[in-house]
């Protein structure tokens, strides 16, 4: 299963195809907008947020709500456009007063994307660099998710920090607090460190700067034995890491204990493996995170990831024009404060893509109720398996 996505941030549309989903999966689009809901959500978004209003369409591969196992266009419009419509025509040339971006922002995509594709307007590369790409991820990824809901997957997402703010919640408790986490403005589960990090947020903004922070993703009911250890791509915590690390402004990953694994002996990071009445085998402890050579061991799945603040700043830092080779400060845009808790809406669905690539990988099937008996095979043996080993 794949997709391709297309679509600038103020151009018309966001374009997205996925192949391979099987025939006969219901699909509402109320399900999808509910998670673009979800990601326009959050104290920190800038004006754009006001603009927009995103909705999915389904302009292939579905009929009377059912996939029909070809192609699955989707597409979500930029009501922005109507602002844009001149600057960014597909078609003729720029209007006389349009103006090239010529000051790269410090942290952006703007430098490096301009060299790679010799730009002289870094806007060619800030109108595809920009996170306005995720509204898509987020249509593809809840599809992925629609499926997985199927088979009992449950994902769970909060802001574990902001700026120097932490949350105390620990994963275990997200299940229990997703109401709280989805009331949030700030999609904190914890009510002080909310009002601690909504302080951070609004000084920030005060003074022309910007915050990142920590997102922590929880996925439950995940079953064993998606992904595989046999080969490097196959592996399943680095197809996780790669997915989510690709999300704008991401910068780092831990799976489980994480980096805190690496200070402490082995006895205290492995998860001893005892006998259980209810599942054949249990984990006292779950610091893999969920996962035990790329692949999942049936524990929950638990991802934290380190996001930068937005690199478009009030107060700019200093840069260079590149027309004039001079010092300059960076380009100013309207922008977002904060972002790290749409940004876990983002990584939900994100992981959710990831997941369902491989549960397609694993159990196939060109149609659900095929794909849904070889799921229900595969359970019958791991409980076969699980249920005879020797205690
Ligand atoms: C973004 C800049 C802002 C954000 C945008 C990401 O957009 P604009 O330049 O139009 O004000 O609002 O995010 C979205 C549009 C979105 O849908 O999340 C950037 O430069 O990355």
Redesign the pocket.
Known sequence: MRYLSGGE??GPCLTAIIEGLPAGLELENKLINKQLERR?QGYG?????AI?KDRVEFLSGLRFNRTIGSPLTLSIKNR?WKNWEELMAAEGSPPPDAEAVTCPRPGHADLAGALKYNYRDLRLV?ER????E??MRVAVGSIGRVLLERFGLKFYSHVAAIGPVNSPTSPNELPGLAGRVEKSPLRCADAEAEAAMLKEVARAKEEGDTLGGIIELVVMDVPPGLGSHVHWDRRLDGRLAGSLMSI?GIKGIEIGAGFAAASRRGSLVHDPIVPDQDRGLGRPTNRAGGLEGGVTNGEMIIIRMAMKPIP?LGQPLPSVDLETGREAAGAV????VC?VP?ATVVAEAAAAWELAVVFREKFGGDFIEEMEAAYRYYRETLNRRLKNSPR
């Open positions: 941030s103020h326009q978004r800038g004006e754009r947020m927009e922005d800030l660099s920009s996170a306005r995720t509204a704008q478009t845009e309207r922008s977002d972002a749409s």
